[in-house]
Every structure is written in structure tokens, then in C-alpha cells.
């Protein structure tokens, strides 16, 4: 598996478990409608702890476009990078999103709300205000990317060994992303995701929806530039503290 592969299958898994939780909880007949933020917000960091695992040996599993921005502005990561981790990122998140919608096609039918509908594959502010909203994103995503500058290495050392942590190693983003959605998360709906706002949400406007409604273009730059921002902030600061 190439690094390209892994983003695209990393950022696969993170997005039809993240959109595939969204749609559970919001479209209507599902057996989980109605859940709850706890499962929506469990649901994502799931969603993130089973992408890792998968990506992370392969690629360093950044699965967002401003965790590899970030990384590349700390010096962690090449710049010549940057674009092809990006365009396999936005890869896997739009065909993840057309498959929770092929999955849930009968749910989408008989939802009638069209906002409902699109909140399966984008966010969308609970009160809009450009500021507010902007400054949610930048926050969520630079705790997401500062505290990801600080891991360690997933290890166990003994007088005589070291030994891996394994697939547990995964599991102190998973914790961060978690508890983004629990803290913060809800006034935007946390996308601190470039690839998996944007793409979903190219996806809905393509998809044969019934009553779509809008796609929200006039919001759709917010949960791009933020985590942008927020992951550039988290850089700059990371190094100002070397």
C-alpha cells in the first residue's frame, strides 16, 4: 500500500462510518434515528481510531487535508506532499460519502427534509454567524492539530525492550477527535476537515436527491478555511515553544 493508497483508503473508512453515523441518527425508519449527539460525536472518533489503524503505518494517516498542512507548516512533513495526500483525501471521502447514500437510499426517500438530508454529508452552523462559526473551526482543529505535534511514540519501554503498542496507538487521536465533538462541537458540527466537508458536500450536489433543498455554498468555505487556520496556528505556536 502507497502512501496516495492509504489516504484514499484511510480517509474511506474515517468518512463512511463518520457520514454512515450521521445518517443512522438524522434519516428517518433507520434503527438508531434519533440517538443523539453522544452517538454521533462516538460515532466520528470510531470513525477516526478505525481510519488510522488502517492508514497509519503506511501514510502517518493524516486523512485531512489540515493535518498535512499543519504538519508541513511545523516541518514535519514535506511540502511536495501536501497536494497529492490532499487529492487522495477528498478521493476517499467523496466515494465514502456516495456509498453511505447508496447504503441509505431508502432513508434518504422517505426523509422529507432537505437540511436533514444534507447534514449526513456536510455541517452547518446551529446559529449562523461568519465569525463565530470561522473562529469554532479554527479552534476545534488547531486542539486537533496541536495535541497531534505532541504524541510520542505508541511504545512501552522496559529495561530490556521496547514494545510496540500496536493498533492502540491509533487510539489518542480517536480520544482528541471525541473530545472535540463532545466540547466543541456544537455550534458548527465540527468538520475540522477540509476533505470531509467539501467533498460530501460536492457529492450532495451531484446525487439524485429528493427534496435536497440547498447545498449550503454560502457556509461551505468556512469548514474549509478554518481547520486551515486553526491547523497553521497550531503549527506556528508548536514551533515558537521548540
Do not use: R
Given at each position: 500500500m502507497t502512501p496516495f493508497i492509504?489516504?484514499?483508503?484511510?480517509?474511506?473508512?474515517?468518512?463512511?462510518?463518520?457520514?454512515?453515523?450521521?445518517?443512522?441518527?438524522?434519516?428517518?425508519?433507520t434503527y438508531g434515528n434519533g440517538s443523539g449527539w453522544i452517538v454521533i460525536?462516538?460515532?466520528?472518533?470510531?470513525?477516526?481510531?478505525?481510519?488510522?489503524?488502517?492508514?497509519?503505518?503506511?501514510?502517518?494517516?493524516?486523512?485531512?487535508?489540515?493535518?498535512?498542512?499543519?504538519?508541513a507548516v511545523a516541518g514535519e512533513f514535506p511540502w511536495a506532499e501536501v497536494p497529492s495526500y490532499i487529492l487522495a483525501q477528498f478521493?476517499?471521502?467523496?466515494?465514502?460519502?456516495?456509498?453511505?447514500?447508496?447504503?441509505?437510499?431508502?432513508h434518504f426517500d422517505v426523509t422529507e427534509d432537505g437540511g436533514t438530508k444534507r447534514g449526513v454529508f456536510c455541517t452547518a452552523p446551529a446559529i449562523p454567524n461568519t465569525f463565530t462559526n470561522l473562529f469554532s473551526e479554527v479552534l476545534g482543529t488547531f486542539v486537533l492539530v496541536?495535541?497531534?505535534?505532541?504524541?510520542?511514540?505508541?511504545?512501552?519501554?522496559?529495561?530490556?525492550?521496547?514494545?510496540?503498542?500496536?493498533?492502540?496507538?491509533?487510539?489518542?487521536?480517536?480520544?482528541?477527535?471525541?473530545?472535540?465533538?463532545?466540547?466543541?462541537?456544537?455550534?458548527?458540527?465540527?468538520a475540522i476537515n477540509p476533505a470531509r466537508d467539501l467533498g460530501p458536500r460536492i457529492v450532495h450536489a451531484l446525487l439524485p436527491l429528493k427534496n435536497k433543498g440547498s447545498n449550503g455554498w454560502g457556509y461551505a468555505w468556512i469548514p474549509v478555511v478554518g481547520p486551515i487556520l486553526g491547523a497553521s496556528i497550531a503549527a506556528w505556536i508548536a514551533l515558537a515553544l521548540q
Open positions: 492509504a489516504e484514499i483508503v484511510g480517509t474511506f473508512l474515517l468518512m463512511v462510518l463518520g457520514c454512515g453515523v450521521n445518517a443512522n441518527v438524522s434519516l428517518h425508519k460525536t462516538t460515532g466520528w472518533a470510531f470513525a477516526v481510531y478505525t481510519g488510522v489503524v488502517v492508514a497509519g503505518p503506511y501514510s502517518g494517516a493524516h486523512i485531512n487535508p489540515a493535518v498535512s498542512i499543519g504538519l478521493i476517499g471521502a467523496m466515494f465514502a460519502a456516495f456509498c453511505v447514500w447508496l447504503v441509505n437510499k431508502d496541536f495535541s497531534v505535534l505532541y504524541f510520542t511514540d505508541a511504545v512501552l519501554s522496559t529495561d530490556d525492550a521496547i514494545i510496540g503498542l500496536g493498533s492502540l496507538g491509533a487510539l489518542p487521536v480517536a480520544l482528541i477527535v471525541w473530545g472535540i465533538g463532545l466540547s466543541l462541537g456544537g455550534t458548527t458540527g465540527y
